[in-house]
């Protein structure tokens, strides 16, 4: 899969907001700060699609992008979307507004009907919280394929990172982990192989 064209759809504050589309989506969801921005950044080949911030909790919205991506196996074009949810956790808003960030999310993942592929994003150092089990309960209800993404695997040796990507594995035998990291460019190829693996199937 080459990317050719990614471009920012949408911000919807909410499930029933969002916008009715026809074409597969991926959801990007995980802990506040963990990484979603420059992960869609550099998967998208672009610095700022998604924009990226230190502050826990500044994604509130359930943002779409537009990507459009050449498919060598079928010789064309194919048009789906990245889904960037709020990230779930510490952020730093009030607890009110996190039940309701909370509630946003478990609506979009039961019952959005073009949501095809679920990437949830961990720090490798502090993967499976209670959080991140329950989102993957969301995911294993709908038999929804699930990428796990150990992010930051930088800030680790390469053992010490192995070392988590397989006791998340050992925990998740039927999805695909990565180490990843934006910096050193960790993971990049293997997910992109992911959703192009997915998207065959759902031509």
Not at 76 to 81: E, L, M, P, S, V
Not at 100 to 114: D, K, P
């Amino acid at each position: 899969m080459k990317i050719v064209k990614a471009s920012y759809l949408i911000s919807s504050p909410s499930f029933d907001q969002c916008p009715a589309l026809k074409a597969p989506e991926y959801a990007f969801i995980g802990r506040s700060n963990v990484g979603k921005s420059s992960i869609i950044n550099a998967l998208c080949l672009q610095k700022n699609l998604a924009k990226t911030s230190g502050t826990p909790g500044k994604t509130q919205l359930i943002n779409h992008f537009e990507i459009i991506s050449n498919s060598v196996a079928k010789g064309k074009q194919d048009k789906w979307y990245i889904v960037d949810l709020p990230g779930y956790g510490f952020a730093k808003v009030p607890e009110a507004i996190k039940k309701q960030w909370q509630q946003h999310l478990g609506e979009f993942l039961a019952e959005r009907r073009t949501l095809t592929g679920l990437v949830l994003l961990m720090d490798v150092r502090h993967p499976m919280t209670t959080l991140d089990q329950q989102m993957l309960s969301f995911a294993d209800h709908r038999e929804m394929d699930t990428l796990l993404l150990l992010t930051k695997s930088d800030k680790l040796s390469r053992n010490q990172a192995a070392k988590s990507r397989l006791s998340v594995q050992k925990d998740r035998p039927r999805s695909v982990v990565l180490n990843f990291s934006s910096l050193d460019k960790t993971g990049i190829k293997e997910a992109s192989e992911w959703i192009t693996h997915h998207l065959e199937g759902h031509a």
